[in-house]
């Protein structure tokens, strides 16, 4: 409604100063699509310490991350282990040396969680089978917080319920967000809208921003309304080397170099310091990667326009205030309707006139 009038746009280096305390609790709001790399690499490259990462299933994120020092405490359903038990990465290695503390759940389990803090519940019920698991047996981090068994009031019979979750932070891409925040998302979104709501603040990269008047175009796509956003961040290939539907393919040929070099610790470091430490900034890690692949891999990755089919928004009174910025069903003006909020609030008493 009306103009926007709060600019929440930033710096990754500004917005993971700001809103990434050491100690916080972070979710990672993607998974295996439009991964937030700007983001995480701007959180090593800040040295942050002792974060307890929830994250539903990861490819390299967790490995950097852990890998950095960045976190010791780790909350999951997957994460990608490229080679098997042979090829055991940073997470592997983490695990056997004592290094991390992980809390293992099912993608289910991890998404109710993040759902229901959300939606501001408490508990919320999962699938009874995963009772005869490891993953309800044995608790780590959450402890005796991980499940609980209540009784049905219907039924009577035995429930699992999880309880609901609030990260402090969550951090997630997507394909384009306003000034104020109104993040657009499309393609496979996994538990992007829950993980991300379910936080108490919410940082949002975007491969563009763009004016309020196109978010108003394509409400449909907003997955994060403005207000709910503390920073806005443009940063084009903000996800590389995962994918961003509309804008760029996986890199696997980047994706296998890194996997490479996750084969040992020395190498790990290696990745970090040329990829990450030494970069300032995105822009300086895609001019790296342009100065040593060349550009024409780069330009490979870029998507083939497939644009959807438009779909027709209209109503009988297209919009709510006229040229002019009337109203007849409000019988009031934009201006006078904006002072009567600011006055009175969002609730606004009529008095109707008796005839």
């Known amino acids: 409604m009306g103009e926007v009038k709060i600019s929440k746009v930033m710096t990754a280096r500004e917005a993971v100063e700001k809103f990434v305390p050491d100690g916080c609790s972070i979710s990672i709001a993607n998974f295996l699509h439009s991964t937030p790399f700007a983001l995480i690499h701007e959180i090593i490259r800040q040295q942050k310490k002792n974060l307890l990462v929830w994250s539903q299933s990861g490819i390299e994120e967790l490995d950097l991350l852990i890998g950095a020092g960045c976190t010791h405490q780790i909350i999951t359903a997957y994460n990608f282990r490229a080679g098997g038990e042979w ?11 004592g290094r991390l503390e992980l809390e293992d759940l099912s993608n289910f389990a991890v998404l109710a969680m993040l759902w229901a803090g959300a939606m501001g519940y408490n508990f919320i019920p999962v699938l009874k089978g995963i009772k005869e698991t490891d993953i309800f047996k044995i608790s780590t981090i959450l402890g005796s917080e991980k499940f609980k068994v209540v009784k049905d009031p219907f039924s009577g019979e035995d429930t699992v319920v999880v309880k609901g979750v609030n990260p ?17 998302y499309w393609g496979s979104i996994g538990n992007s809208k829950w993980a991300s709501l379910a936080c108490k603040k919410i940082i949002v990269s975007a491969e563009q921003i763009v004016d309020h008047e196109v978010v108003q175009f394509s409400p449909h796509l907003t997955l994060i309304p403005g207000f709910r956003v503390d920073a806005v961040v443009e940063e084009p290939w903000g996800a590389h080397p995962a994918e961003v539907l509309g804008s760029y393919n996986t890199d696997f040929s980047f994706r296998a170099m890194f996997f490479m070099h996750n084969l040992t610790k020395e190498s790990m470091q290696t990745f970090l310091k040329e990829w990450i430490y030494d970069r300032m900034d995105r822009n300086e890690y895609i001019a790296h990667y342009v100065e040593k692949f060349g550009q024409d891999p780069l330009s490979r990755l870029r998507a083939r326009t497939h644009p959807s089919y438009p779909a027709d928004l209209g109503s009988s009174s297209l919009m709510v205030w006229d040229e002019n910025g009337y109203s007849d069903t409000l019988a009031l003006t934009r201006k006078e309707f904006d002072s009567v909020l600011e006055k009175q609030g969002e609730v606004v008493e009529w008095e109707i006139e008796e005839k």
Do not use: K, P
Not at 87 to 97: M, V, W
Not at 168 to 184: L, P
């Open 87 to 97: 090829a055991s990465g940073e997470f592997d290695r983490a695990l056997r040396d």
């Open 168 to 184: 402090e932070v969550g951090i997630i891409h997507v394909q384009r967000c306003d000034r104020e925040g109104n993040a657009q």
